[in-house]
């Protein structure tokens, strides 16, 4: 697995809670809902111009500038500005998946030149959301930090009501994974074993938990897996047919 743990973070539950809330209040941008289904959203807090729901990632010179709506975000940009090394920070976004939500396995960056170093922080989860690289599943934990390796396939389900908030901060590809944290970074990075939860790819897991009784009253999605994720289900009609590897 390319994925890997590079430190954890301490978060404030009730800062997160709040800020959680604020996010929830405002709404979600349209953007990428085509590469999953159910509860999976997305909200640009820093991007290129500091716009308001400019959630598409770009490649461009410079760093991100906080959105208008961000500067409600006290705690989380924060925790952004202190351990991160911001001049080489592109997009930052807050991803919710959550009731069975759940991101379709592909590969990051086909349609990018170089793409990002891109590193997951993970604010709030709990034990039933699930991602995946190849063969294996694994957990992130709540404060963890994670480098997501995008040219592998890879896919991501969260099985429960609340789900996931996580920071998805994409950093310049071309530096290395030491220099995306500041000197003050209080991110901890010895002795953190990940946890790997199954030795087995999503891909497999999904279609097993597609005839377990969390996915009976998801019909829409039982039944997406059930066709084996396959070019014929309908809503995938308009996705480029390059950017995903359907099951087998
Ligand atoms: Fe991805």
Redesign the pocket.
């Known amino acids: 697995m390319k994925a890997k743990i590079l430190g954890k973070l301490s978060i404030d539950k009730n800062k997160i809670k709040n800020e959680i809330s604020v996010i929830e209040e405002s709404g979600f941008d349209d953007a990428y809902k085509e590469y999953s289904i159910g509860k999976w959203r997305t909200k640009s807090i820093w991007n290129q111009n500091g716009i308001n729901g400019e959630a598409i990632s770009k490649e461009y010179c410079g760093h991100a500038k906080r959105t208008f709506f961000s500067n409600q975000l006290t705690y989380i940009n924060e925790i952004i500005s202190k351990n991160f090394n911001t001049k080489y920070i592109k997009p930052v976004r807050v991803l919710n998946s959550c009731e069975n939500g759940m ?1 379709f396995p ?1 590969k ?1 960056y086909l349609e990018f030149k170089k793409g990002f170093n891109r590193v997951h922080v993970v604010l709030y989860t709990d034990k039933n959301c699930l991602n995946s690289e190849k063969d294996t599943i694994y957990h992130m934990r709540a404060g963890e930090v994670w480098y ?1 390796d ?1 040219s592998n396939i ?1 896919s991501a389900m969260s099985l429960s009501e609340k789900g996931k908030f996580t920071l998805i901060i994409d950093f310049c590809p071309d530096i290395s994974l030491e220099k995306i944290f500041s000197r003050n970074s209080s991110v901890v990075k010895d002795n953190i074993e990940p946890f790997v939860k199954y030795d087995i790819g999503l891909n497999q897991f999904l279609i097993q938990k597609a005839s377990t009784n969390v996915l009976k009253k998801n019909k829409p999605l039982k039944k997406t897996l059930c066709n084996g994720l396959s070019k014929k289900c309908e809503s995938w009609k308009n996705i480029k047919p390059e950017r995903f590897v359907f099951f087998a």
Do not use: S
Request: glycine residues 16%.
């Open positions: 991101i592909h990051d997501v995008g890879h």
